[in-house]
């Protein structure tokens, strides 16, 4: 079964858990470390020779064009990950359509190909901003994997479909829906998709998860950030404990482990699955 390998091209100073101690004015004043880590990450896919989908920050692609081509050229999907990394339910709908459809041209622009998928900074797409998908329809996008389907502190729709579907905007239009998987067992409803989860649970376990999902005749969507594979990198003692602990807990054991993901399981591109399952029209 070909699940899905997404990577969310973000540096470590944008990520929203640092957001109360970076004003994203002085972004430019940090160490990039971005393109390295992206770097880092292909080299994982050449070498199971798997492609996957990378969700492009407008950002970092503004300030690296190269990185964007880079991608494209070794066979990946490029998607949006919008422009400024701002979550959608801190945004009026005016400012999101702006910032949505720059970064769309911008990525079109660099990579010569359609860019027909978005995820929101943080998972931002709740309950309280489900109008972005009417916004993301009217700008050309064919499919969103921003929705959660869980309960978190910054993001989630706990009751939402966690399967791969077509969902019905708030405008009556349809966009093809890949939500971030979870599995649910026994009335719990748990986190298996990647990035912080993956660190944080033993391997073991979450090959366990993935597994039971495959099992099910599940597709499931796994993501990273280029970050996570940099333990290296400068450290943001301003920020709060908690947010400390989830950006830097197991960073070294990263690399490691998804060597063992990418051998245990098959991956392709969102947009592949997607059409594969008839969620998206052929020739999209």
């Known amino acids: 079964m070909k699940n899905v390998f997404t990577v969310d091209v973000e540096d470590y100073f944008q990520v929203q858990a640092f957001a109360d101690v970076i004003d994203p004015a002085r972004w430019d004043d940090y160490q990039p470390r971005v393109l390295a880590n992206t770097a880092?990450?292909?080299?994982?896919?050449?070498?199971r020779g798997v492609t996957g989908t990378f969700f492009v920050l407008g950002w970092v692609a503004k300030r690296n064009p190269g990185l964007v081509r880079q991608i494209a050229q070794a066979g990946h999907?490029?998607?949006?990950?919008?422009?400024?990394?701002?979550?959608?339910?801190?945004?009026?709908?005016?400012?999101?359509?702006?910032?949505?459809?720059?970064?769309?041209?911008?990525?079109?622009?660099?990579?010569?190909q359609p860019v027909i998928g978005y995820r929101a900074a943080t998972y931002s797409i709740t309950r309280k901003s489900v109008w972005a998908l009417d916004i993301l329809c009217e700008e050309g996008f064919k499919?969103?994997?921003?929705?959660?389907?869980?309960?978190?502190?910054?993001?989630?729709?706990?009751?939402?479909?966690?399967?791969?579907?077509?969902?019905?905007?708030?405008?009556?239009?349809?966009?093809?829906?890949?939500?971030?998987?979870?599995?649910?067992?026994?009335?719990?409803?748990?986190?298996?998709?990647?990035?912080?989860y993956f660190r944080l649970l033993p391997y073991r376990f979450t090959r366990w998860a993935l597994r039971e999902l495959n099992a099910a005749s599940q597709e499931f969507v796994f993501y990273i950030h280029p970050w996570e594979v940099d333990p290296g990198q400068p450290r943001i003692d301003r920020a709060g404990l908690v947010s400390r602990f989830r950006h830097y807990q197991n960073l070294k054991r990263c690399s490691a482990r998804l060597r063992l993901l990418l051998a245990d399981f098959e991956f392709t591109t969102m947009r592949s699955v997607l059409l594969q399952k008839g969620l998206l029209e052929p020739g999209v």
């Open 40 to 47: 880092a990450v292909l080299e994982l896919l050449a070498e």
């Open 77 to 112: 999907e490029i998607a949006s990950h919008g422009m400024n990394h701002r979550m959608i339910t801190r945004q009026s709908a005016e400012v999101f359509r702006s910032e949505t459809r720059e970064s769309k041209k911008l990525l079109e622009d660099l990579c010569q």
């Open 143 to 196: 499919y969103d994997s921003s929705i959660f389907p869980m309960r978190h502190d910054y993001y989630g729709i706990p009751e939402a479909n966690p399967l791969p579907h077509r969902l019905t905007t708030p405008n009556g239009a349809s966009l093809a829906e890949f939500p971030i998987s979870v599995l649910q067992r026994h009335g719990l409803t748990i986190p298996v998709a990647g990035g912080g």
